[in-house]
């Protein structure tokens, strides 16, 4: 299901320094996983931090309509007791994945090998995105789809009796066609295999491992990964311990650094490899930034992310780094708009596929609030702040991130800055606005404050 419809405007506006330590919610993508790896396996396997975000929600449902029971208990510990693999029920409703591409792609791949029918669809802006990407393996297991034209949501799919494994090689970078293969691949007999050339988030790896799934990580002569997951063997319940979201964490981060005499520290942020992209690069655009307290939990390393406010500098981010940033080039973009100096980013073509056309969206509301950039087929090159900015009013799309990048805008900008819908951001970061509160940040619904 998707956020209520009325739109709920609000402002943000510049004002004291921000100031604390704060804890953002757990990762998006490990609680889809832990949520739906739970479902897969026989017994019951708990989840402690996870995101209880609207798309997380959404998965806990679909699973549930697959056969899982889950619950919550007082103290916000969820308990997935597994249908198991191959015993997935077939739903009695439509699936409504609301605004979640990872949750319904990853969905797909798990009811894609099972003799059962199921239907997706999702909100206005999921059912514009591209599912042929997840159902080119599918079919070439066994699925069959129905679909409108440009295999879009609402979708229709029914698995084989028996899937044929495969060996499939990403033709994007993406974790989620990754991923909905390799859980397509659990219930296949034999060996599937998933090449990919760039690699991405390697939660989906990590997890099958650790629930007992017989599977194989190799490393080509380019860079490129390969991933082997044996089917039909049988999950083992875990417990899992949900890290906080590096995603969500950009958004105080990057606020930290721009609006004066901030010092914020985001504490146990989610720290793996693929997910680093933005610290990085906020490193080498001079950010006094620094991690701290570094350790490994569940086969994870985090650790507190302690940033101070900074005069940054442009940089050319390069293209390789992008699926480890792909979620946090909007708020990078914020972050460029106060640096000297203009930054180029590279081989960002995925962002137009996301929640909305995210080059675009961003080049307009960076361009609302008199800030300069260009965006090409695959760039988005941001120019750094010349005179006064903010004062726009920034159209969102159904696009939590592009809700969030602007508010961070106008926590640092000359005049306030307006996001005609935050509801979106219930999507992935339910606490935000209490987050930002408690951080000294005043972002307010439009019109309860005089501007
Ligand atoms: O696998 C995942 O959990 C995700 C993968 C990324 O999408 P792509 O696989 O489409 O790049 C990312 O944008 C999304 O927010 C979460
Ligand atoms: C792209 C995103 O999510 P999804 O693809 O899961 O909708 C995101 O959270 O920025």
Redesign the pocket.
Known sequence: MSHSTAARPLTARSGAALKGRVTVPGD??IS?RALMLGALAIGRTTVSGLLESEDVLNTAAAMRAFGARIQRDANGLWTVDGAGLGSLVEPETVIDYGNA??GVRLAMGIAGTHPIAATFTGDASLVKRPMGRVLEPLRMMGTRVISRSGDRLPLSIHGPGTPAPISYRVPV?????K?AVLLAGLNAPGQTTVIEPIP??D?TERMLAGFGATIQVDHDDNGGRVITVTGQGELQPQDVTVPADP?SAAFPIVAGLIVPGSEVTVADVLLNEHRTGLLTTLQEMGADLEITNIRETGGERLGDVRVRHSQLRGVEVPADRA?SM??EYPVLAVAAAFAHGTTTMLGVE?LKV?ESDRLAAVAAGLRANGIECEEGESTLRVHGRKGPIGGGTVTTHLDHRIAMTFLVLGLAADRPVTVDDGGVIATSFPTFEALFAELGGDISETGEQAA
Not at 173 to 177: F, L, R, Y
């Open positions: 998006k993508s889809h591409g990872t970078p993406s974790a989620q066609v991923s991405t988030r939660h995603s699926p792909i979620d995925e996301k």
